[in-house]
Structure formats: C-alpha cells, structure tokens
C-alpha cells in the first residue's frame, strides 16, 4: 500500500485517522495508541503478512534486551543484541550476496535462498540498535511496551523512514495533549503530505520514464543520452525519497506527531560534507551518533578520522544494498570527504558557485552506482559518460516532449526553496489556499493518470 | 483566517475544483463514454482510444469489427457505406491487446460479424505490450494527464499544427488509421528486397498462450452468433515464397482453429497472385498502399457475402 495509492490516501488513511481520534476523545488515549498499533501493523503486513512476524519478533527481542540493558548495563547482552539485529538483517539482506561471492572466490557452488526483503528492515533495524545502544548507556527512561511497538511501527516512517530516534517519538506518544483533534497541524499536515505527494507522482514518476528507459538500455546510449540519464535519477531519486520522506513528515502531522526532516535541498551544497548534512539527514545522524563517534569520530588524530570516515561510509553504502555497486558508491562517498577533509586542513577554497557544479558533478557521477542494477551497467553508463561513444544504432532515449515542463519545473525546484522552508512559512492565508487548492488538484490528475511506481528506497 | 476554517475552505475548494474539471471532462465526452453518439474520431493513443470508444461508441454504432495488426488497421471501413464496420486494428496489438478490447465491446452488445486479420504476428507473443490498455484510463477519462494530453493532439490535428508527426486526418470516426505517409521510409521494392536479406523477416511461430486467447476469441464470438470470416493478410509475393513452409505450417494451424466456424481467405493463394507480385498495393513489406487496401476490403466484403449475411 504506496502512500501515493488510491486505497492508502481514501481508505486506510481516513479510516485510521477518524478512528484514531474517536477512541482518544471518547474512550482513551491508551485504546487510540492501540488503534494506531494495530493499523500500523496492518499497513506492514499488507505487503507480505508472513513478515509482521518478524518486525513483532524484533519489537519483543529489543525491548526485552532494552529493559535488561537499562538495567545490568551489560556489554556482553548489548553486543548479543547489536549482532542478533544485525543477523537477521544479514540473513534477509545479504546472505546471498555472501553466498554469491562465496562462490565466485573459492569456485564453490552453494545454492541462493532466494529471500525476499522484509520490507523497511534495514530502517527498523537501525531504529532499535540505536536503543538498544542508548538503553545501555542509559539514556532510556521507562515506558510502556505498547508505546515502544507505536515507535517502531508507526506507519508513516516504518517502511523508509525518516530514521526516527526514540528520544524524539517516546515523549510525544506519552504527551497526552497529541490526544486532541487539532486543526493547525491537519492543515499543516495535509499540506506537507501534498506536497510530498506532487514531488513524488508528479516529478519522481516522470523522471522515472527516461530513467528506467536510459538504464535499461545502457549498451545503447550516446554519451548525451547518458548524462541526461544520469541527471534525470538524480532528480528522480531527490523529489522520490524526499517527497516519500514529507509524505510521512505530513502523515505524522496529521496525528500530531513531528517527526524529523530528511532533506535540505542537497544539491545546494558546497561540498560532499555539506550533501550529507542535507541528504538522507537522519540516516548521517544515526551513522555519526553510533558508527563515527564509536569509531574514535575526529578525536583520535587525523589518519583515524580519515579511516573512521571512510569505514562509516563505507558501511553507509552496504546499508543501501548488497551489491558491489553500493560497496563502491559508499567507498567513493567515503573517500570524497577525506579529500574534502584534507582540502579544509590546507584551506583550500573555490568560489561557491563552482564548489556546487563540483559536488554536485560527483553525487550525480557516483548515483550511477546507486542506480545501476548490475556492475556491466555501471561501467557502461560511466563509458558513455567519460569516453565518448560513437556507436550508431536506432535507439532514441527520448520518444516525446510532452514531459518538458515537468523537466524544467524539476530544475527549478531543485534549486529553489524546499518543502521545509516553504512548510515553515506556512499561513492559514487566501495565497496558501489558493496553493493547497492547486496542488490537490495536479495531485488527482495525476493520481488518475497512471499505475503507481514504488518508492526507490523501499528496496533498501 | 483560522486554522480550522482554512482547512475546511480548502477541502471544498479542492472538493469544487475537481469537481468541475471533472463536469468539463464530461462534457467535452471525446471517448463517447457518457453522452456523444456519433462522428468520434481518434486524436491521441490509438490503443487507449480504441478502448475507451470500445465501451459504448462502438457497440451502440457498428454492426462489425475488422480485427487485427497494422497491417488491417489501415483498410478505412467508411468506404463500404453499406455496412457499418468499427476498423479495432491496433498498431503493434497482439492477441492479447486486440482481445481485451473486442471483449469491452461485446459485453455491451455483440457485433452481427468480425472481420479478422490472420498474420503470424497477431500470435506471435502474448500479453500487455503497454499499460494504455486497463480499466484505470476509464476512470483517467474524467481527467488525467494523457487526457489533457488527448486534447492537445486535437488541437493540433484540428489545425495541422505538426503535420508530419500528427496529420490531421490520421484517424477517422471508423477507427481508421490512415498512417501510410508516417510509415513509408523507402520505396517498396527496396523495402522488400531489405527484408528478403533479413533471416527473421517474418517468425510464424504461434505462442502456446496467445494460441489459446485466439481460441477463447473464436469461441466466444461463435457462442454470440457473430459471424467470422478470417482473410489471411497478402504478403508481398518474394517473401511469402521465401517463408513458405513456415507460413504453411501457420496457416494449416489456424485453419484447424477455424475450423467451420469461421469464413476463410487466404490471399496468399494463386487466385491473388496479380495482387501479391503487385508492388503497387503496398507501401512497404506487409503493409499496404490504398490501391491495395481498397481492393482487400472490398474483395473481403465481396468474397464473404457480408452484405447479404447483413441485410
């Protein structure tokens, strides 16, 4: 069930939300809680019921060994459950990737499992390590498990974030003021979900086309044709997960809930260490809160900031995806901010226009890895790129121009203000009626007009 | 203005807004899906237009259907003004597409006949080539993109704006694809001569499923009383001696298929030999030139005893 899907937005949603705040104004708000429980659990297991299991064994085991740690403050039982999460995710997501190469190094022939992803593991998984770790330390106060089962499952971040910490979702499930209806945040949230909901069905899914198109066909690009392939994901993939990301933003809203932003315009920044302070923002907290700073961060000189720098990443990449490809993307990501590292140590600095165009040149650049389902696709895509490609063949990348506006908009909005600022400027006025009106409206055209496409990151 | 006042302005603002794109949509009916009956012609996708007119202009209009490829989609219908023909030919259509329209038209009321084109491409390969076809661009024609996309291409046909890509009278309101001028790229002779270099020019293979869906489309129109006749398509004389006994295997198989359910004629055969060796009636390797579509469709109707079956 997409967000962007017809039962999602005019059954679940609505259904869930009257319900959610029937039960709190009339009965209570325990029972309430329990309704956003339940309805969460449904909206995981609409995908694949057999894998509620799985996200209900995961709760069970980490608040357990959560409340043992906050007690014994043991590291044997923090690394038991650090490595049981991180086995089950291993399991899921990268047994036959191990098994591949085991077969490929050493020339034997282990069969595939052939497992299929339980969806939104990989955000779940980081979620509960990163309390687990917290318990230990003891940063966890007491609460309830229903409310710790609400934060983990809340639907509108469970299957691609944002990665929300508890110590930011605990206190609000407790607040019994988010028990009342409250139209400021409906209206703010109706109006950030829309707004997700155009970058997502609007621009995303018309990007997808020439995307999907160029990739699959990588063998027959002209070398313009690639880069336009290649620009046109990096939109594709900004306005998909940062649209899914103020979709769930809006959602959350909607029952008074915050939950973090993921995205400040990324493709602004001067420098790759500023990209990851403005992409996937709460995947670099989790990464520096419980991987760089354990490592030693920068306190342990500078060779093992260099090295801390590049492990993170490089672990980063692996999380995306068990592929050499996501391996080497997290590599090149890790060994960029070294080099950007050294370049602030000598001081060096261009003029902010050309730190931008060369940021943004390698993110795009190293997307071809992201993207690219095999390594033969990388290397042709980075061929057509960098060596020019003479080849003569009949193929057109692009068939039509009806979607030029859509282009152009994109590039705009690129580079324009983002959702977070123009959310944070938001006023019950006659201008914001008029936007609220217009965006709904392109939103059911658009709606209406096509066969939903998946959110890129649910596959991570 | 409050929070809870904005809010409730902007649903019915929104709620009035779509309510009045949707009335517009309703009312400019350019598929016939709610009240035109008459003269709809095709200005965008021929498969989802095909489709959509399929759900009622169809039906309610025309007496039969010529069925097929590319290779029927250009025979024009409106020329026998003794019959009512519908021309559901779809470019690049396989079995499976071409089935799921002529099923949207017979289960709001049968057709007296089917005019079916037999070439091996039709059966060739089974399933959804594009997403144009589903039940979801019935709801789109309330208003979506490629709706608005629709209305642009009528525009631009109406005024010939871009003639080369989108001709005026490309289309007619008998379902005729008049794409002649789009396809031709050489002169016959050469295309042939191209193609008879070509070892995969013409595959006669028949898909295991798509065999299947033709027969289910065979079955289903007999037990609706319509009457079939099935013309195998006229393949330029040099290509079909070329691929003889693949084209024999596929015509001795859909024969059997036919059985005497349906009319047969096959074009192929001696008796239209003047018109195979004939380069004239085509416009390049299969599809053909109007001297040519005028004969075979006059020649089906003629051949099959349509207009008395009819009348």
Redesign the interface.
């Known amino acids: 069930m997409l967000f962007s899907s017809a039962e999602f937005i005019f059954i679940f949603l609505p259904f869930t939300f009257f319900i959610y705040f029937f039960l709190a104004r009339r009965f209570s708000f325990f029972y309430a809680k329990g309704w956003l429980l339940l309805a969460s659990l449904f909206f995981y297991a609409y995908w694949h019921p057999a894998n509620v299991f799985i996200i209900i064994f995961s709760m069970v085991f980490n608040f357990f060994m959560g409340s043992r740690l906050s007690q014994s403050k043991s590291k044997i039982f923090l690394i038991f459950g650090i490595v049981t999460n991180l086995g089950v995710l291993f399991y899921y997501k990268y047994a036959d990737f191990f098994l591949a190469n085991i077969n490929l190094i050493t020339g034997s022939s282990f069969s595939l499992l052939h497992i299929i992803l339980p969806i939104g593991i990989s955000f779940f998984t980081f979620q509960q390590i990163a309390f687990l770790v917290d318990s230990y330390e003891g940063k966890v106060p007491i609460f309830p498990f229903a409310d710790y089962c609400l934060f983990v499952t809340y639907f509108p971040q469970l299957i691609a974030g944002p990665i929300v910490h508890h110590s930011e979702m605990m206190p609000q499930f407790l607040d019994i003021n988010n028990r009342n209806f409250n139209?400021?945040n409906?209206?703010k949230g109706?109006f950030i979900f829309n707004m997700g909901l155009a970058k997502k069905i609007v621009i995303a899914d018309t990007m997808a086309i020439i995307v999907n198109r160029g990739y699959s066909n990588s063998g027959l690009l002209s070398s313009l044709e690639t880069w336009f392939t290649s620009i046109c994901y990096s939109i594709q993939l900004y306005f998909d997960f940062s649209g899914y990301s103020d979709m769930a933003i809006g959602l959350a809203l909607l029952f008074n809930i915050w939950i973090p932003i993921n995205f400040n315009s990324p493709y602004k920044s001067q420098n790759i260490q500023e990209f990851w302070r403005r992409w996937h923002i709460t995947l670099s907290r989790f990464l520096r809160d419980y991987l760089y700073i354990p490592l030693g961060g920068s306190k342990s000189g500078e060779f093992k900031t260099y090295r801390n720098l590049f492990v993170t990443f490089l672990l980063g990449g692996i999380w995306h995806g068990a592929g050499w490809t996501f391996i080497i993307w997290g590599a090149l990501h890790g060994l960029a901010l070294i080099i950007n590292r050294v370049f602030n140590e000598l001081k060096f600095r261009l003029p902010i226009s050309i730190s931008i165009l060369i940021t943004l040149f390698f993110v795009n650049v190293t997307w071809v890895f992201f993207r690219a389902n095999t390594w033969e696709v990388a290397v042709n895509m980075l061929h057509n790129m960098f060596i020019k490609n003479d080849s003569i063949n009949s193929f057109v990348l692009i068939t039509d121009y009806?979607n030029l506006p859509i282009w152009v908009i994109a590039v705009i909005l690129l580079f324009g203000k983002n959702s977070n600022e123009i959310a944070a400027r938001f006023k019950?006025?006659?201008m914001?009626?008029w936007k609220?009106?217009l965006l709904?409206?392109v939103n059911?055209?658009?709606l209406?007009?096509?066969?939903s496409q998946e959110f890129l990151y649910f596959d991570f | 203005m409050s929070f809870r006042l904005f809010f409730f302005r902007s649903l019915i603002g929104s709620t009035v807004s779509i309510i009045i794109l949707i009335c517009i949509n309703i009312w400019i009916d350019l598929y016939g899906l709610y009240w035109r009956r008459e003269g709809i012609s095709i200005y965008s996708d021929e498969r989802t237009s095909k489709y959509l007119l399929a759900h009622r202009y169809i039906p309610e209009n025309f007496d039969g259907y010529i069925l097929g490829p590319s290779l029927s989609a250009n025979l024009n219908p409106k020329e026998i003004r003794e019959l009512k023909i519908y021309n559901l030919s779809m470019l690049g259509a396989n079995i499976t597409e071409q089935k799921t329209v002529v099923d949207k038209a017979i289960s709001l009321k049968s057709p007296k006949f089917v005019i079916i084109c037999l070439h091996p491409y039709l059966t060739v390969d089974h399933g959804m080539k594009t997403n144009m076809i589903n039940q979801q661009q019935y709801y789109g024609a309330l208003g979506s993109v490629w709706l608005y996309k629709s209305y642009l291409l009528k525009i631009v046909r109406t005024h010939n704006l871009i003639p080369g890509k989108y001709p005026k009278n490309q289309f007619n309101d008998y379902g005729y694809n008049d794409y002649d001028d789009l396809l031709t790229t050489m002169p016959v002779e050469d295309k042939i001569r191209e193609q008879m270099q070509r070892s995969d020019a013409i595959n006669a293979s028949i898909d295991s499923t798509a065999l299947l869906e033709f027969r289910s489309l065979i079955e289903e129109l007999v037990s609706k009383k319509v009457t079939i006749i099935a013309y195998f398509h006229p393949i330029p004389f040099p290509i079909h001696q070329k691929y003889l006994n693949p084209l024999g295997d596929y015509k001795s198989k859909m024969v059997n298929e036919l059985n005497t359910k349906a009319i047969v004629l096959d074009f192929n055969s001696s008796k239209y030999g003047f018109f195979t060796k004939d380069f004239t009636n085509y416009i390049d390797h299969g599809h053909l030139s109007k001297k040519g579509q005028q004969f075979l469709l006059k020649e089906i109707i003629k051949e099959s005893g349509l207009i008395k079956t009819v009348h």
């Open positions: 139209y400021d409906l209206t109706f009806y019950p006025n006659g914001f009626l609220i009106v709904v409206l059911a055209l658009f209406n007009s096509s066969i």
